[in-house]
């Protein structure tokens, strides 16, 4: 190599020419980095071709505008809760249907809903399945004017072919998402023959509105090969009487299926036993490939007689087969589990006089959550009310399972009373009606028992208060004896003896009663529902008043024992009437204060509720006593005869060959079991 740079050396000094960075080494391994490099290109360009996919031709895209979507059911259809004799824009509602009925949000309207219907594998049909708490915080909507949310829990309507006009919505919107089978379940008890017939006249009216879908090509009609709306005929009474063999869409045949329904003279009511057998017979359309939407449509005017053992299985059967349950049923009675239903005899041929006849109806919470007391100036009992809701149970089942219950009544007049007179035959004789759009911030809490006894054990308050009821609820008070004549004083003071005989067994029920409350009225304030705050509030008011005026009562006939003197001789009856004064001292005075504090709390707090309107009748009656004379024993004075010529002339009697027909009383027949 030293050879070599020396004569490249000599040589550049011979020819003038100077090195460069390329003479010596330097040219091999630029050399071999383009060999290298070319060698990668070549190999890069073999592989695409080899991996490449094949070229296929361009593909040339067309668009066109799309075509509005097809509105919904629920902007075709419209529903009402009265009878519209005439379908469409030609109903009485008229133009009003095609108002948005888009429900808006409401964050202080707050429901405690259970677990949405899903479809749950049982490895058996008594197999516990486990749901999660309900949320305490989901949210509803707030409820249009012709348009009802679901998990609300109750709607009040008139008639039942109001409520089935809502149903026919529920069933077309479900139609239009898939096909559906709904299991028509009717009570056979005698008091709902008439509103069975006239479910069935109403059953061509639901299948008529169906048939204008169907001719109008709807989607939801189309998009099935098979019958979309399948139906099932069943009733109950003591035992479950499927009348429908196979599930059909001939409306004959569902019509025939009805009028066979023969009533059940028991009087035994297993309606949740019905239910849960019904979800498990067809939740198998649920499941299969091609699936079948399950409803089930309850016709009732009772609570059910298997309630406390077959509720938790109804619900849970239904969320299996992810039926909601939609019930047609009656409201129930406020704080009480009995209500009276009018019966008129049917036969003309006999005693047309109206019976009452106890029913059970209620209660609509799942415990009693109002004392019952006697008002203590003597008039009569509380008379029934309206509670707002339908029967706890029934309205449970709805409400877990995504349904709606109806309440019917067909007296329902929100603002006045209803007289026992004016009651419709069969129906239940309740006093006051309430605005729904009230009633709805005073929801019972439709939870299971286990949760409904966690609930108490976190709030002393709510715990007294379902404890006192249920004292009351067992143990009604009686009245205290107001007059008392005085024909001699060892006659006086008898009576007087007496009626401390009477208070004497009352205090100690009253007493008991408000140290149960007492108990829970440090956690008063830590209620935030307005349905447990009011009825804390009216019951301690109630107790409160109750105490105040047996004490006072108590204090005025010990009065009375002492002496008095009528200040007119012609006097001979003591009377006990209602003052606003108080007459025991300042103790009962202050007690008397708290009682008006807690009834008037209620009555301004809660206006336009059950708790308000006894409240109001609770302090319409003074707590204080006062005695006050009179001659009521005096003969009363004899009648003046009539002056000659001014009175009507007597018909004549009848001659001795003239016929006396006297009408022939008709017979009376005892109420059967309804």
């Known amino acids: 190599m030293s050879l070599t740079r020396a004569l490249r050396r000599r040589w550049q000094h011979l020819t003038g020419q100077q090195e460069t960075p390329l003479d010596g080494d330097t040219p091999a391994w630029i050399l071999s980095l383009v060999f290298h490099l070319v060698v990668i290109v070549l190999l890069s360009e073999i592989l695409k071709l080899q991996f490449a996919p094949p070229v296929e031709p361009p593909v040339v895209v067309v668009t066109v505008p799309l075509e509005a979507e097809e509105p919904q059911l629920a902007k075709e259809f419209f529903f009402s809760y009265e009878d519209q004799e005439e379908i469409g824009s030609d109903s009485e509602l008229g133009e009003t249907i095609a108002d948005s009925l888009a429900p808006v949000e409401e964050e202080s309207d707050i429901s405690e809903l259970e677990v949405p219907p899903q479809l749950i594998d049982l490895v058996s049909d008594d197999a516990p399945v486990v749901f999660s708490e309900p949320s305490e915080t989901t949210e509803a909507l707030e409820e249009h004017e012709h348009r009802t949310v679901k998990g609300r829990g109750t709607v009040g309507v008139s008639g039942a072919p109001g409520a089935i006009d809502r149903i026919t919505q529920e069933i077309l919107d479900s139609l239009n998402r898939q096909k559906t089978l709904v299991v028509w379940l009717f009570d056979s008890s005698v008091s709902l023959s008439a509103q069975r017939a006239q479910i069935n006249e109403r059953i061509d009216r639901i299948y008529e509105e169906l048939g204008v879908i169907e001719e109008r090509e709807h989607r939801a009609f189309a998009q099935h090969d098979d019958a979309p709306l399948l139906s099932v005929i069943a009733s ?55 699936p079948r939407k399950v409803m089930l449509v309850m016709f009732t005017d009772e609570a059910g007689d ?37 019966w008129i005899d049917p036969d003309p041929d006999f005693d047309q006089t109206p019976q009452w006849a106890p029913v059970t109806q209620g209660p609509e919470s799942l415990a009693p959550e109002r004392i019952r007391i006697a008002f203590a100036t003597g008039q009569r009992r509380e008379e029934p009310l309206d509670s707002g809701f339908g029967p706890f149970a029934l309205t449970r089942l709805s409400v877990a399972t995504g349904g709606i219950y109806f309440a019917v009544h067909p007296n329902r007049h929100v603002g006045r009373p209803v007289s026992r007179r004016e009651t419709v035959h069969l129906s239940a004789y309740l006093k006051y009606f309430f605005d729904p759009d009230v009633m709805r911030r005073y929801r019972p809490d439709y939870v299971s028992a286990a949760q409904y006894r966690r609930s108490l054990n976190k709030n002393k308050a709510k715990l007294s208060l379902v404890r006192a009821a249920q004292l009351s609820w067992l143990e009604p008070m009686v009245e205290p004896r107001l007059e008392f004549p005085k024909r001699s004083e060892a006659q006086f003071a008898e009576l007087l003896t007496e009626a401390q005989k009477q208070a004497a067994k009352l205090t100690p029920k009253i007493d008991r009663l408000y140290q149960v409350l007492k108990e829970g009225e440090k956690a008063r304030d830590q209620i935030d529902r307005p349905r447990w705050q009011a009825g804390y509030d009216l019951a301690m008011g109630r107790a409160m008043a109750a105490k105040v005026r047996t004490v006072g009562y108590n204090v005025m006939l010990a009065k009375a024992k002492r002496g008095m003197k009528f200040s007119r001789q012609e006097n001979d009856t003591w009377i006990l009437e209602a003052s606003d004064e108080i007459h025991a001292g300042s103790s009962l005075e202050k007690a008397a204060e708290r009682a008006l504090m807690y009834l008037t709390r ?36 004899p009648r003046r005869p009539r002056p000659p010529g001014n009175a009507n002339p007597r018909p004549r009697p009848p001659r001795d060959d003239q016929p006396r027909s006297i009408p022939k009383p008709k017979p009376k027949r005892p109420v059967p079991k309804i």
Request: proline share 9%; with cysteine; charged share 30%.
């Open 236 to 290: 109950f009474g003591e035992d479950l009487d499927i009348l429908t063999r196979d599930p059909t869409a001939d409306v004959g045949k569902i019509k025939e299926a009805i009028g066979r329904i023969e009533n059940d003279d028991t009087g035994v009511e297993n309606v949740f036993t019905a239910v849960t057998r019904l979800a498990k017979r067809y939740r198998g359309y649920a499941r299969r490939k091609d």
């Open 306 to 342: 298997d309630a406390a053992e077959m509720l938790d299985p109804a619900v849970l059967a239904c969320q299996s087969a992810a039926a909601p349950v939609y019930v047609v049923g009656i409201p129930a009675p406020f704080g009480r589990d009995q209500v009276e239903v009018k």
């Open 602 to 637: 209620v009555k301004e707090s809660h206006p336009g509720t059950p708790w308000a309107l006894l409240a109001e009748q609770e302090l319409r009656n003074p707590l204080g006593w006062v005695w006050t004379e009179h001659d009521k024993m005096k003969p009363p004075p």
